[in-house]
Nanobody, 121 residues
Framework: QVQLVESGGGLVQAGDSLRLSCTAS????????MAWFRQAPGKEREFVAT????????NFAESVKGRFTISRDNAKRTVFLQMNSLKPGDTAAYYC??????????????WGQGTQVTVSS
């Protein structure tokens, strides 16, 4: 069984930084692209960032480009999302996903439970 477990969320002030982590088990981690999505209350899941199996070809949503960085450590079976210059609009539950490289929810087959990020003004 596949499990993706996110951590690192919290309540921060606008302009602050957070680093999210997602550790995977039950799948050949180094064979999967990994991504981060987020979902605010009443909204659909929104693409945030993705990275290919070897840690290359990062891609970001325009709304976070220049502020967020995605990286992975295949030995630790972990993907990270470094979030800088956080804004209230970044407030959402953040989800880790594993699947095929892309920016669509249906590109990803496995999902974590989410970690909440709340940014106050």
């Amino acid at each position: 069984q596949v499990q993706l477990v996110e951590s690192g969320g919290g309540l921060v002030q606008a302009g602050d930084s957070l680093r999210l982590s997602c550790t995977a088990s039950g799948l050949p981690f180094s064979m999967y692209s990994m991504a981060w999505f987020r979902q605010a209350p009443g909204k659909e899941r929104e693409f945030v960032a993705t990275i290919n199996p070897s840690g290359g070809s990062p891609n970001f949503a325009e709304s976070v480009k220049g502020r967020f960085t995605i990286s992975r450590d295949n030995a630790k079976r972990t993907v990270f999302l470094q979030m800088n210059s956080l804004k209230p609009g970044d407030t959402a539950a953040y989800y880790c996903a594993a699947g095929s490289y892309g920016s669509r929810s249906n590109d990803y087959h496995y999902w974590g439970q989410g970690t909440q990020v709340t940014v106050s003004s």
